[in-house]
């Protein structure tokens, strides 16, 4: 398989403050990498600042930014937007925010099969679309208008849309975390459709590490702005390394035995404008010492298994 | 709201109006009789006036026969006008011109407002931006009849081609009253334009951090698309709704700025009846203004309905 994306040192700031304090992806074609923090921790401002979606005064900056053999960091707006969609393209966390309330599902749907470069009738190809990410009766849902239909139908509306321009690389941020339950599973077995028929490679954003679980080939564990681990989901799953990690498994755990007293991890994160010199899990880890005021490097622990910190390494 | 429902409520509204009108008038100190003939007119003179229009009835006999006869188009006649002029023909000849002042200062507003309001929002924060914000601000605050004057003296005592007063009729020459009519719709227009633009500009910065503005950037769609169709589109249904309050603003303006440039409309018509206790034709031209007002509120009501999905009756 050939690679897809590659990402060096990645940073994102907003003025002094650093949102993004450099990571690395590595991703290929018709892979899945699970990018999983808690809120704040950076991973949809990593993610926005890959398709240039950022809002003015967050700046972006990177040693490697290579898609598909090209460096994407260097091309100049009007370049680079033909890329959207068409090659990198993203599903967001709110289905009902993510549709122009004034226009019908068919108007969305023909703007995206026209961006598609698609000839010829233009409603087939919708009702095609939307059966094949499962949304009964096709036709009446087209006349609807956005505020008509429920989260879960817009959100496979919107991946619909996406199928219709064929991206190579799908960001989906936390596109079930407003959905209930049952539609989640649904949503994620969508996604699941999509990654054998489309030859796409997924960045699948999530605080939850039970969905990393079910989708991702590989996961990346991130906080306040750094990975702190990676490697192969069965591995992490199995055998988390990083302190942070360990705790969010923990938790999930615990969550899904219904445990009477949560395993839960203390404290929260560092403020932006107060991140911790070294390791930026420190104050909260509990077998944290004296080294962890350096900043720790990735170390490998394993074959595609690396964190940042210092124990067992 | 369903329409028979609507319907009934507008006419609800027009026969409530038309009461506050008529008893407001009749509060009103002065004896309409003696103001027409004169203190010293003689006693029969005066009964037979009263007589001739119907001042002689019971209060609410008198409401009765005016609303009674306004509803077929008959207002009575003017008082003070010679001849007993019935007042219905007066107004139908005088309406044209102030629907078209009215109509043209609105269109002036709307794309005055459009503008600045637009470019006020694609600039913001620059010196640009702040330009139009500013003079925005200052149309606000500029009383009309004022802005009436400052534009008849330097616009139209300067350069030949505005007339300084008096109005060439639309149905004599459209385009002689496309350029008379430009100052006093101006005039109006301005404090209107400033009140659209800023709140556009406001709808416009709004629209543009919505989600799904971000979407449709995602799917890589060009900026130009997404300000046509989705930005711009969102930001017109509060617009329309902000022009359809302001509209009983733009009578208020015509009714000051007819008068400021000689123009034979209904608000000069109104303010001549009010000189001369002249109620039949003040009755009629508030009639009249309301009837606009309703009217214009009842198709910015439609007209958001078709704007904005969310708003139209399930």
């Known amino acids: 398989m050939s690679r897809l994306l590659e990402v060096r040192n990645l940073r994102v700031t907003a003025g002094p403050l650093a949102v993004v304090r450099g990571i690395d992806i590595d991703l290929d074609e018709g892979e899945t990498l699970g990018l999983i923090g808690e809120s704040g921790s950076g991973k949809t401002v990593a993610c926005l600042s890959l398709l240039r979606l950022l809002p003015d005064g967050l700046r972006t900056e990177a040693d490697v930014l290579i898609y598909k053999d090209r460096d994407i960091a260097s091309l100049p707006e009007r370049e680079f ?29 023909r703007t995206a099969i026209a961006r598609a470069g698609h000839d010829g009738p233009w409603r087939e190809r919708a009702l095609e679309l939307l059966d094949g990410v499962g949304i009964p009766q096709p036709a009446a849902v087209l006349e609807r208008y956005p505020h008509q239909l429920s989260g879960g139908m817009l959100q496979r509306a919107l991946i619909a849309m996406i199928v219709a321009l064929k991206p190579s690389l799908i960001v989906a941020d936390e596109p079930t975390t407003n959905l209930d339950n049952i539609v989640e599973e649904q949503i994620l077995a969508l996604f699941r459709d999509l990654q054998k028929r489309l030859a796409a490679g997924f960045i699948f954003i999530t605080h939850d590490i039970g969905v990393a679980a079910q989708i991702a080939d590989r996961i990346a564990v991130m906080y306040a702005g750094q990975i702190v681990e990676t490697g192969p989901t069965a591995d992490i799953l199995a055998a988390p390394r990083h302190p942070y990690t360990r705790g969010l498994i923990a938790t999930a755990n615990a969550l899904a035995a219904r445990a009477e007293t949560l395993a839960e991890i ?7 404008d107060a991140l911790p010199p070294g390791c930026g899990f420190a104050p909260r880890c509990a077998q944290a010492r004296p080294a962890c005021a350096q900043p720790q490097p990735m170390r490998p622990v394993g074959p595609g298994h690396a964190m940042r910190c210092l124990l067992d390494a | 709201m369903a329409a028979s429902r609507r319907a009934a409520v507008l006419l609800l509204t027009v026969l409530a109006g038309a009461m506050v009108v008529f008893f407001a008038m009749k509060a009103a100190p002065g004896d309409p009789a003696l103001s027409a003939l004169g203190e010293n007119a003689r006693p029969e003179l005066v009964a037979a006036f009263r007589r001739l229009h119907n001042l002689d009835l019971p209060v609410g006999e008198q409401f009765a026969t005016w609303i009674s006869g306004a509803l077929r188009g008959d207002f009575g006649r003017s008082l003070t006008l010679a001849g007993g002029v019935p007042v219905g023909q007066l107004i139908a000849g005088r309406l044209p011109v102030t629907a078209f002042i009215g109509l043209y200062a609105l269109i002036l507003a709307g794309v005055i407002s459009m503008i600045v309001g637009t470019v006020a929002a694609l600039s913001r924060g620059t010196a640009l931006d702040t330009l139009m914000t500013s003079f925005a601000v200052l149309g606000v605050s500029m009383p009309d009849f004022w802005l009436g004057y400052v534009l008849v003296f330097f616009l ?5 081609i505005f007339p300084s007063y008096g109005f060439v009729s639309p149905s004599d020459s459209l385009p002689g009253a496309l350029l008379s009519g430009f100052l006093p719709a101006l005039a109006i227009a301005a404090p209107m334009a400033a009140v659209f633009s800023r709140v556009l500009r406001a709808a416009l910065l709004e629209v543009m951090h919505r989600p799904y503005v971000q979407v449709q950037r995602s799917l890589g769609l060009s900026s130009s698309f997404v300000f046509l169709h989705t930005i711009f589109r969102n930001a017109l249904i509060p617009y329309v709704t902000i022009i359809g309050l302001q509209v009983r603003y733009l009578l208020g303006g015509v009714v000051v700025i007819e008068r400021v440039f000689g123009i034979p409309g209904i608000g000069s018509l109104m303010v001549d009846g009010a000189f001369g206790r002249d109620y039949p034709v003040i009755q009629a031209c508030a009639l009249t203004f309301l009837v606009i007002v309703l009217g214009t509120n009842l198709l910015v009501d439609l007209l958001c309905a078709r704007l904005d999905p969310k708003a139209r009756g399930r």
């Not at chain 1, 203390?266 to 932006?272: C, D, R, S, V």
Request: hydrophobic share 45%.
């Open chain 2, 156 to 160: 139209a005592l300067n350069l030949p």
């Open chain 1, 266 to 272: 203390p404290g929260q994160l560092p403020a932006l």
């Open chain 1, 81 to 109: 937007r033909p890329l959207r969609g068409r090659e990198l393209a993203m599903v967001f966390q709110d289905p009902v925010g993510s549709f122009n309330p004034a226009k019908r599902i068919g108007w969305h749907l």
